[in-house]
């Protein structure tokens, strides 16, 4: 059993348990936390509360303390810091003529770690960049290779709905995304229409995939012939929201199309 808080680190749409110990932590109070990119600032977003074991997937880190003025202060100072020290890296991969592009620049809290996140088709050799930035900086340096979707997350982007990306607001992982899921669900596979700002397949195409699946299987299929008040024909298309289907008729001089709720197919 461990008393835990559920917090989550500006920028990241992910949350995570930490464990409270004696800390009087209560939701929307800021504290500081140990991460892979050093020392950050972190918020309750969920009240203290009692897990079982089995519920801790890992071992739960402990928060280090609630932050204070001062550390805000630094975090505000580091803003501008990351801005600088992102446009140095910049100026230094386009003299190296290395094939990245730098996403974004983080500082740990504590000054001490500088981490550069960047995009590339293939491996990169950068230990001459990261020589010349550890020099320049006086700190540690990490460069981390990441996708073009974690780099959208990252970014926090406008969608083509007008809202911000769901990767950055509020989804934890990325979850599969197939063409199938936007077949099943009728829509025009135009790449456009389709991709994120990230340039992959949206991951809203998920969201529906199920409903879509199940309300298909017990719909007429398309393809199959039909009798209906004006005669018989072949389904076209298929609407499963609004139950209809689009029947093509034809005879020896006209052909026509006609639009019926599932229930007016009469049987073969």
């Keep these: 059993m461990k008393e835990v808080v559920t917090i989550k680190v500006p920028k ?3 949350t995570f348990y ?3 110990g004696d800390l009087e932590l209560n939701k929307g109070d ?3 936390i140990k991460t892979e990119r050093g020392v950050d600032l972190a918020r309750v977003v969920e009240e203290k509360r009692v897990i079982n074991d089995y519920e801790a997937k890992e071992p739960i880190p402990k928060v280090v303390r609630k932050a204070t003025d001062r550390d805000f202060q630094k975090a505000e100072m580091n803003e501008a810091k990351e801005r600088e020290a992102h446009q140095v890296c910049l100026k230094k991969i386009k003299e190296l003529e290395l094939s990245m592009k730098l996403a974004s620049t983080h500082y740990s809290l504590d000054g001490n770690k500088i981490t550069f996140y960047f995009t590339a088709d293939g491996r990169i050799d950068f230990r001459e960049l990261v020589k010349e930035l550890a020099y320049i900086f006086k700190a540690r340096i990490e460069l981390f290779q990441i996708g073009v979707r974690d780099e959208a997350k990252m970014l926090g982007e406008m969608s083509w709905c007008g809202q911000h990306l769901c990767c950055a607001r509020f989804l934890n992982d990325f979850e599969p995304v197939s063409i199938k899921m936007a077949k099943e ?3 025009i596979l ?3 229409k389709i991709s994120g700002v990230c340039g992959r397949l949206m991951c809203c195409l998920s969201y529906e995939y199920e409903t879509y699946r199940c309300l ?3 719909s007429p299929k398309e393809g199959r012939r039909v009798k209906t008040k004006e005669g018989e024909g072949k389904i076209i298309k298929t609407n499963v929201i609004k139950k209809t289907v689009l029947v ?3 005879d020896e001089d006209t052909k ?4 019926i709720p599932f229930e007016e197919i009469l049987e073969n």
């Excluded at 026509?256 to 639009?259: N, S």
């Design 256 to 259: 026509k199309m006609i639009e």
């Design 185 to 187: 669900q009728g829509l």
């Design 248 to 250: 093509e008729i034809k």
């Design 30 to 32: 800021w504290c500081l």
């Design 190 to 192: 135009t790449p456009s």
């Design 12 to 14: 990241d749409a992910r």
């Design 18 to 20: 930490y464990e409270a």
């Design 216 to 218: 298909r299987a017990n």
